[in-house]
């Protein structure tokens, strides 16, 4: 009798398992983008697997003798730690996130791939591919959640794991999971010599400004905007990655993000479980349930421990990996009709590009940057262009060419047009509201789309054709990610990768330079408040706290770079933005390079700049 009630367990645990997978196949090959309704799909598999999860609870002992084995435990929290990643990249709401941080923890802290705790002297190689594939979605988690000492163990972890493999499975090839610990430990070089650096995330403490508070609470335009989507992607050869999220593209999604105001500035050992919190709890029958031992529970609710309710809900991003451009305006379109009214959507697109016409142009030799003893040089790691190229005919009538002359690459350069992306491309979108962020060596070929328009005037923030360090040779721009995105998302971290400060060692000047840095973006930001000429697109969107921190640290980035590269040919190492911003926040506006010139009196870079005589006074 009591092996047939084994039986019984036994099939209709598979059963659920079988019943579960299938949902949950349905939910992850739906898109990761647009607002239709989903949520009935999430539910039903959501529920499939608490079914199986509490099934597996209630059974444990007669399924352990059934010959359940620990890994199929940790497949099941893989798949329900899954199931949440892909509703935040749906949603970009932070609890789900976290729910798939909290699963994908304990299976870590049980051990349940491990092959001591199966019994086992050797486990099977597809129970290690399982256990590869859970270490590669855990470390997807931590390092969007910023959880750096755990992505740190989880890599040594990892690569430890591999190597283990290799050793063992001969016969089996493991070159692909070679590769992917080579990403993960490639993306933590990035600068990590900096260790006190603030979140990418917007936090309330850093980025709210007492001073301007008051002018944000009492601005009003005619017409306001909220920023509800973005779309995020990124295309460079040998870029910086970690599974499908680019560096680029990593850095502007935390800049699209609340900070939880907890996981910051509370101090808290490295990789602290959330577990040991409430290590046992009294079930319903008065039983204590031990969640630090091998039960099997995982209380979800944990979560909340770790989020802010506080924090107003995330904006939605679509992040397309390495998208064809036939799939990138599918999404585009997608997103702009399901937009709700009076809504703005942000594009960011950071690629390389290709110029209609030849290079004219060839580096200045340091013999000719001769106007100034404090000579420097300028990266010649992008492609230049003809003068012509880089004027915006937003004067004047336009030619249908001008919109098809240069473009951004999403794809290999040997297929022809299909992966070229066009100003004109973009145009039909242009009937909703865009605030549009192109990061290219062609980027400048975008200003066309200013009063070309359909029918919302769009705010346009173009990179630099060329990214501009003191010392080139010793910046990669391949493996440290765009210049230009990296003011936009760490704008101290930018201006010390320029002037070449490598790392914050000097911990009170790296800290005033940030204390310097956050009262000059409040002062700007009570000008652009208060500024009659602002115009209307960008006055729109100034009462959004993302939208206003990139236009603040673009006004930055520009006047930083104005004064780095000074020439006659510095047009190529500007940013522009479009419509123009008032001439109280230019390049060489005192109360601009005034900031800049203290930051770098701080530093002691002020020799790696020439500055006006009425910024210097």
């Known amino acids: 009798m009591a092996k047939k009630e084994k039986d019984v367990v036994s099939k209709t645990f598979h059963s659920l398992v079988e019943s579960a997978d299938r949902k949950f196949a349905r939910v992850r090959d739906l898109p990761l983008y647009g607002r239709a ?3 009935h799909y999430f539910q039903k598999v959501f529920k499939a697997y608490m079914r199986l999860w509490k099934y597996q609870q209630d059974n444990r002992s007669k399924l352990v003798d059934s010959g359940l084995n620990r890994w199929e435990i940790g497949e099941i929290a893989s798949r329900i730690g899954q199931l949440y ?9 932070a609890r789900f996130l976290v729910e798939a941080y909290v699963f994908y923890e304990a299976i870590l802290e049980r051990k349940y791939f491990d092959a001591g705790g199966s019994g086992k002297a050797k486990v099977d190689v597809g129970v290690r591919f399982k256990e590869l594939r859970f270490y590669a979605r855990f470390l997807l988690v931590a390092l969007i959640l910023s959880k750096m000492d755990m992505v740190r163990l989880l890599a040594e972890r990892f690569k430890a794991l591999v190597d283990d493999c290799k050793t063992n499975f001969r016969e089996t090839n493991f070159k692909e999971w070679k590769l992917v610990v080579q990403e993960i430990f490639r993306f933590m070089e990035v600068d990590s ?4 650096v603030r979140p990418l995330r917007y936090c309330a403490l850093f980025d709210s400004h007492a001073a301007s508070r008051p002018y944000l ?5 005619r017409k306001i905007v909220k920023f509800r989507d973005a779309l995020l992607t990124s295309y460079h050869r040998n870029e910086v990655k970690f599974a499908e999220l680019t560096l680029d593209t990593y850095r502007m999604m935390q800049c699209l993000e609340w900070e939880p105001s907890e996981s910051f500035y509370q101090k808290r050992p490295p990789v602290e479980s959330v577990y040991k919190k409430r290590p046992v709890e009294l079930s319903e029958n008065g039983t204590v349930i031990d969640h630090s031992g091998a039960s099997g529970l995982i209380d979800i609710n944990l979560a909340a421990d770790l989020t802010d309710p506080s924090l107003p809900s995330n904006p939605r991003k679509a992040v397309l990996y390495r998208p064809s451009v036939t799939y990138l305006l599918a999404v585009m379109a997608t997103i702009c009709e399901e937009l709700p009214p009076e809504s703005i959507v942000l594009i960011y697109l950071s690629a390389s590009g290709k110029a209609a016409r030849s290079n004219a142009f060839q580096v200045e030799s340091s013999g000719e940057s001769k106007k100034s003893s404090k000579d420097r040089v300028v990266s010649g790691a992008y492609s230049e262009q003809k003068i012509h190229a880089l004027e915006s005919p937003c004067n004047g009538k336009r030619e249908s060419s001008d919109y098809h002359d240069s473009c951004l690459w999403l794809g290999p350069r040997g297929n022809g047009g299909s992966n070229a992306l066009y100003p004109g491309d973009i145009i039909p979108f242009t009937r909703r509201p865009l605030f549009l962020i192109i990061d290219s060596d062609s980027s400048h070929a975008f200003k066309v789309l200013h009063g070309a328009e359909r029918g919302e005037p769009a705010a346009l923030l173009l990179s630099p054709l060329r990214p501009a360090f003191k010392n080139p040779s010793a910046v990669d721009t391949t493996h440290n990610g765009s210049q230009f995105t990296f003011f ?9 990768q320029m002037v070449g400060i490598t790392s914050d060692s000097d911990m009170d000047s790296y800290n005033d330079a940030e204390e310097m840095l956050s009262l000059a973006f409040s002062e700007w930001e009570v000008i652009l408040c208060t500024s009659k000429d602002l115009d209307l697109v960008w006055a729109q969107v100034l009462s959004d706290p993302f939208l206003r921190r990139l236009i603040l640290r673009f006004i930055f980035c520009r006047s930083v770079l104005s004064v780095f590269c000074p020439s006659e040919d510095d047009e190529q190492y500007l940013p522009v933005c479009l419509p123009h911003l008032p001439s109280s926040v230019s390049a060489g506006s005192q109360v601009v390079q005034s900031a800049i010139i203290q930051l770098a009196n701080n530093l002691k870079v002020a020799d790696c700049f020439q500055f006006d005589d009425k910024g210097s006074r």
């Open 193 to 196: 010599a900096f260790t006190n």
């Open 85 to 93: 990643y892909n509703q935040y990249m749906r949603s970009n709401e």
């Open 217 to 221: 609470a009492r601005f009003h335009a």
């Open 37 to 39: 309704p989903q949520n």
């Open 488 to 496: 936009l998302t760490a704008p101290l971290q930018a201006f010390c």
